[in-house]
């Protein structure tokens, strides 16, 4: 099978480092390009990489020359890459994200500059991968030949993931509180002296992201593009010190009578029609122990692609509360 040449829009980041630790070994894709900034470019990619993960950087990509992004259509046309993952900071991603999609790309992002835009497919594959139908308006609509895609915010996944199965019995009302890690943050998004022994009540734009994004993503594609879902979500989101794993605690409101029991199925009967290499069999796992889920105990569920849910219970004011972990 020919593997597709791909390469990373802000490599040498937290994120961009994610990216190239799991494209490195994908039977699919070959790291083709690292894009980085200027003062990045032209050195090899462990010299401007400062790798953070807990493995050892991929040796197939170590040696490789980081390209700048003014090089974007020098590399499609001699190296023939096909994708771009985007990992690059909002306030490059914006513009950048759109010549590469002009050029030619395609372009996933995990930024969240272009995941609102009406022609722009916001997707969690497991959930509503029929959204995809937008890359062609998109690409009619702009005189593209590529196109964007985008992932949503990490705890909207989460979310999103969690609410999908319970659509059947009528959401009117989400309600939910995060504790969220601080790899969320990036390698040096928390000062130490900031999140040791405390938490902290806020992270910018987080919850406008969980009371939207959801929204899309649960929508319904008519005419070119998505309708949102009509039931409300509220919002707090609270940084804690656990290094990777957010936790959930939310509370579902429906709009008929529903049991424990019928959430507990709804999740356990969850399947993915994905066949692809990462994807996990459960997205979502039911855990029946009354103390979890726990980020330690729970994170790398389903190769770290599932989300584990537990302490699911009926609220004394009407509807469900549970707890959801990466």
């Given at each position: 099978?020919?593997?597709?040449?791909?390469?990373?829009?802000?490599?040498?980041?937290?994120?961009?480092?994610?990216?190239?630790?799991?494209?490195?070994?994908?039977?699919?894709?070959?790291?083709?390009?690292?894009?980085?900034?200027?003062?990045?470019?032209?050195?090899?990619?462990?010299?401007?990489?400062?790798?953070?993960?807990?493995?050892?950087?991929?040796?197939?990509?170590?040696?490789?020359?980081?390209?700048?992004?003014?090089?974007?259509?020098?590399?499609?046309?001699?190296?023939?890459?096909e994708?771009?993952?985007?990992?690059?900071?909002?306030?490059?991603?914006?513009?950048?994200?759109?010549?590469s999609?002009?050029?030619?790309y395609?372009?996933?992002s995990?930024?969240?500059?272009?995941?609102?835009?009406?022609?722009?497919?916001?997707?969690?594959?497991?959930?509503?991968?029929?959204?995809?139908?937008?890359?062609?308006?998109?690409?009619?609509?702009?005189?593209?030949?590529?196109?964007?895609?985008?992932?949503?915010?990490?705890?909207?996944?989460m979310?999103?993931?969690?609410?999908?199965?319970?659509?059947?019995?009528?959401?009117?009302?989400?309600?939910?509180?995060?504790?969220?890690?601080?790899?969320?943050?990036?390698?040096?998004?928390?000062?130490?002296?900031?999140?040791?022994?405390?938490?902290?009540?806020?992270?910018?734009?987080?919850?406008?992201?969980?009371?939207?994004?959801?929204?899309?993503?649960?929508?319904?594609?008519?005419?070119?593009?998505?309708?949102?879902?009509?039931?409300?979500?509220?919002?707090?989101?609270?940084?804690?010190?656990?290094?990777d794993?957010?936790?959930?605690?939310?509370?579902?409101?429906?709009?008929?009578?529903?049991?424990?029991?019928?959430?507990?199925?709804?999740?356990?009967n969850?399947?993915?029609?994905?066949?692809?290499?990462?994807?996990?069999?459960?997205?979502?796992?039911?855990r029946?122990?009354?103390?979890?889920?726990?980020?330690?105990?729970d994170?790398?569920?389903?190769?770290?692609?599932?989300?584990?849910?537990?302490?699911?219970?009926?609220?004394?004011?009407?509807?469900?509360?549970?707890?959801?972990?990466?």
């Amino acid at each position: 099978m020919r593997r597709i040449k791909v390469g990373v829009l802000g490599a040498t980041g937290s994120v961009g480092q994610r990216f190239v630790q799991l494209l490195a070994s994908h039977p699919w894709f070959e790291i083709a390009a690292l894009f980085a900034s200027e003062r990045s470019a032209g050195k090899e990619y462990r010299e401007v990489a400062k790798w953070f993960l807990p493995c050892e950087m991929p040796e197939n990509v170590a040696e490789m020359e980081v390209r700048a992004l003014s090089e974007l259509e020098a590399v499609r046309k001699e190296e023939d890459v096909e994708i771009l993952f985007s990992a690059l900071p909002s306030e490059v991603a914006a513009e950048v994200e759109k010549k590469s999609a002009s050029l030619g790309y395609a372009v996933a992002s995990n930024v969240s500059v272009h995941r609102m835009d009406e022609d722009v497919p916001l997707v969690i594959p497991e959930v509503n991968a029929e959204h995809l139908a937008l890359i062609e308006t998109q690409r009619e609509r702009r005189g593209w030949d590529g196109f964007i895609i985008t992932n949503p915010n990490c705890s909207s996944i989460m979310l999103t993931l969690t609410l999908k199965p319970l659509m059947r019995f009528g959401i009117e009302e989400v309600r939910v509180a995060t504790m969220q890690a601080v790899s969320g943050a990036g390698y040096a998004g928390v000062p130490s002296m900031a999140i040791i022994d405390n938490v902290i009540p806020f992270i910018a734009k987080e919850e406008e992201k969980m009371e939207t994004e959801p929204l899309k993503i649960l929508g319904t594609l008519e005419n070119g593009r998505v309708k949102p879902a009509s039931f409300s979500i509220s919002a707090s989101c609270h940084r804690v010190p656990v290094l990777d794993g957010h936790t959930e605690a939310v509370w579902v409101r429906f709009s008929e009578e529903v049991s424990v029991d019928e959430v507990k199925n709804a999740f356990k009967n969850f399947r993915s029609e994905l066949k692809t290499p990462f994807a996990p069999e459960k997205p979502l796992i039911l855990r029946e122990e009354p103390d979890r889920p726990q980020p330690r105990l729970d994170r790398d569920a389903g190769s770290g692609m599932s989300v584990s849910i537990g302490r699911i219970r009926a609220s004394s004011g009407g509807g469900v509360g549970s707890g959801a972990g990466e």
